[in-house]
Nanobody, 114 residues
């Protein structure tokens, strides 16, 4: 069983919205989203703790919303008002019960282009 499975993503036009999902195989604690473009380091996007405290990168504040459904072991990233500079491969990252290290999802491409 794959520990973290992502879904969502795709090609949208500037100003449109997308929602990413990431489901874990077990109980989760802190969950986050990162993104990476070719030739650059992976960068932090958003984080949510199991007490629902959230934190966002300045570049996405007011446009992206991270949330979670603990009954489904799932974290979401609602992305609104998307910009071309949001184009990247987005990765889920999570602390999962039974795993010593934080886990990564498989990545999903988000492309914002007219």
């Amino acid at each position: 069983q794959v520990p973290l499975v992502q879904s969502g993503g795709g090609l949208v036009q500037p100003g449109e919205s997308l929602r990413l999902s990431c489901t874990a195989s077990g109980t989760t604690f802190e969950m986050a989203w990162y993104r990476q473009v070719p030739g650059k380091q992976r960068e932090f996007v958003a984080l949510i703790t199991n007490s629902r405290w959230t934190n966002y990168a300045d570049s996405v504040k007011g446009r992206f919303t991270i949330s979670r459904d603990d009954a489904k072991n799932t974290v979401y990233l609602q992305m609104n008002s998307l910009k071309p500079e949001d184009t990247a491969v987005y990765y889920c990252n999570a602390e999962v019960l039974g795993h010593a290290d934080r886990l990564w999802g498989q990545g999903t491409q988000v492309t914002v282009s007219s």
